[in-house]
């Protein structure tokens, strides 16, 4: 019995392990699914990507359970938003998973195509599928070009995922394992085309052009100037003739001028035009490149780090399809843009990655840079630069030696302020110390930033002044130095300061477009002067204020300022009356004054001092006399 238990316990045992070799065997005999494809496109670029994997009922059953209601909710939950996919039943027993793209139109089948790639861990930002398309029927090109740089089975990623992660029996298989490319075929305008795996088929005649150089000034009126070199190469010159100067002429701009020079290699055929606005810029260049898929964006923000930089972010799309043969890889197209030397370039990025060199640099004229694509490529550039200030005032107020108030306002225009406006308010704010304060007004589309600031010395502005412009209060790049002067201040007062300010870290690389504005208040009653030398434009003197105006960012003013010293001039007078009005007693008492000389003796008799005449004299005399040595000390204790 025991021994019948032990073969009965042997036999289950081998039994189990093997079903359950048979298991792993089964499931190590799935082969990968092929994916056929089959791309619909017209002229126009209209139409559906379908492509399809075949799963016998066998690897149905081990992949899905046979699920078919399963399967179609896996493809349900998972599938890319621009991705139609469903599974279904065929003869026999086989499921049909069919997945499809369609799209009216090449932006949106590329706009497809990288969305459902950003899901994909094989892709990021700047490793993205290309797609190219190119139709053309005129004199120059006939027939068409689309090339891609991926495959049906990378765009069934999500579902590989989803298969590993649904069914454990899978774990440890690849992509690679679970599906392969099949058959492919490019259906174009109703043609039916064998095509690669990664589709790429070109059927174009051309008597295309050699290259394309297309040059766009920004100028500071925010208007544009462009500049189209097209070269033809001497055997289409000679196989065109007449005909390929009519259309070279047909393509010039209204305002444009059209002119052509022969080289060693053909002709050069340039057309040039201005055009005031970006969207003039664009309706020009497609009549020029003969397209309709010009793309020209100009815009501006303001640096997350520099407060008064921003950048110039251009968005350009030359499609020079209609003239350049691309499946030729040495044909290549040049994007060359032109700004103010006080850009500065920052980065280049490609959005259909076609770019093959991006070179820049800079002149006291231009800041240039140059992009050369093939193919045709929107290219994003961003050019950094300084916003400038429309103007900058300074005005300071002295009400005496220790009451000073200075308003420094800086005004933006409505432009300057979309750009900047934020930013500059809160670096302002940031820059606060005790002792000054911020205000914002408008003054018709302009925004003025008003910074005031009070202090009980000239030393004390100095310190708030650097604090504010410089974040340092002992950097001594801004100062008021200066006082009253010692100098014949008994006829009158006056003060000398020399007054510097700085603006150059403050404004960094900006400049004020209207210039620094400087104006200084003396108290009433002054009558203010600069010293002489002054170089300064607008130098006006009115009264106790002075005012003038420099284009530098650093202003350094001496100027002065008198009046009368009525106190000194009073106390002077005073003591010299006091003392002729002592001498006059004295004078008028001559005579008893001798009378006690020669008897000598002080008699006070003599003097009728007890008379109302002897009051009158003591009495004039003794104010004379306080009033003398009063005004005396004063004097000479210089207190007046």
């Known amino acids: 019995m025991k021994k019948i238990k032990r073969n009965l316990l042997i036999l289950l045992t081998f039994t189990g392990l093997l079903l359950f070799a048979g298991g792993l065997w089964g499931c190590g005999s799935v082969q990968p699914v092929s994916v056929d494809t089959t791309l619909t496109v017209d002229t126009s670029f209209s139409g559906e990507r379908t492509m399809k994997a075949v799963l016998s009922a066998r690897e149905f059953d081990l992949l899905f ?94 579902l590989t995922d989803a298969m590993l992660e649904d069914n454990s029996n899978l774990e440890g298989r690849t992509a690679d394992e679970l599906f392969t490319s099949g058959t492919t075929t490019l259906v174009f305008d109703g043609e039916e085309i064998p095509a690669q795996n990664c589709i790429s088929v070109s059927r174009m005649d051309s008597n295309a052009f050699n290259t394309i150089t297309v040059e766009t000034t920004l100028n500071s009126s925010g208007s544009y100037d462009a500049v189209l070199d097209y070269y033809a190469g001497t055997s289409v010159v000679e196989k065109l003739g007449s005909e390929l100067t009519q259309i070279m002429n047909s393509l010039v701009p209204d305002d444009g001028t059209f002119s052509t020079r022969t080289t060693e290699e053909g002709t050069v055929f340039t057309i040039k035009f201005s055009a005031v606005s970006a969207e003039d810029y664009v309706n020009k260049m497609n009549q020029a490149l003969h397209s309709d898929n010009t793309v020209f964006e100009v815009t501006e923000e303001s640096d997350e780090q520099d407060t008064l930089r921003a950048q110039r972010r251009i968005t350009q799309y030359l499609d020079g399809s209609y003239f350049l043969d691309f499946s030729d890889e040495n044909t290549v197209m040049t994007y060359i843009f032109k700004a103010s ?32 694509v093939a193919p045709s490529d929107e290219i994003t550039l961003y050019l950094g630069y300084s916003v400038d200030i429309d103007r900058v005032e300074v005005d300071t107020v002295m009400n005496n030696e ?91 007062i006056t003060y000398q300061y020399t007054d510097k300010i700085d603006l150059t870290l403050f404004l960094g690389g900006s400049q004020s477009t209207k210039g620094l504005y400087y104006r200084f208040q003396y108290p009433r009653s002054f009558g203010g002067h600069f010293v002489e030398n002054n170089n300064y434009e607008n130098v006006l003197e009115d009264g106790n204020v002075l005012t003038c105006i420099t ?30 009005g002592m001498a006059i007693v004295i004078l008028l008492n001559l005579a008893a004054i001798m009378r006690c000389i020669k008897k000598r003796s002080f008699d006070l008799e003599e003097f009728d001092l007890f008379t109302g005449r002897g009051y009158i004299f003591v009495t004039i005399f003794v104010v004379c006399g306080v009033v003398f040595v009063i005004s005396v000390i004063r004097l000479f204790f210089g207190i007046y």
């Open 65 to 158: 359970g046979g699920d078919l209601e399963g399967l179609n909710q896996l493809l349900t939950d998972n599938a890319p938003t621009d991705m139609n996919a469903q599974a279904q039943m065929l003869d026999g027993g086989d499921v049909e998973i069919t997945l499809s793209i369609p799209f009216t139109s090449y932006n949106e089948y590329y706009s497809k195509i990288r969305a459902i790639f950003s899901g994909s861990a094989s892709y990021d930002a700047d490793n993205m599928p290309s797609v190219y398309f190119e139709y053309s029927d005129s004199l120059l090109k006939k027939g068409f070009i689309i090339e891609e740089n991926f495959t049906s089975t990378e765009l069934f990623f999500w």
């Open 341 to 372: 030397p006080e850009h500065s370039f920052e980065n280049c990025e490609s959005t259909y990655k076609y770019l093959r060199s991006c070179t820049f640099e800079n002149t006291d004229e231009y800041c240039s840079t140059y992009i050369t």
């Open 402 to 492: 220790k009451d000073f108030v200075r308003n420094i306002r800086f005004t933006l225009t409505s432009e300057q302020n979309s750009i900047i406006g934020e930013r500059f308010e809160t670096r302002i704010n940031e820059q606060l110390l005790e002792g000054m304060s911020c205000e914002t007004s408008q003054s018709g589309s302009n925004t003025i930033y008003t910074v005031t600031m009070s202090a009980d010395s000239a030393q004390a502005l100095s310190e708030l002044t650097c604090a504010f412009l410089d974040g340092n209060a002992q950097s001594g790049n801004s100062s008021l130095s200066g006082g009253q002067s010692d100098e014949n201040r008994l006829n009158q």
């Open 551 to 580: 284009h530098n960012k650093v202003i350094e003013v001496s100027t002065y300022a008198q009046k009368a010293n009525v106190i000194g001039i009073l106390q002077r007078v005073l003591a010299i009356i006091s003392l002729a």
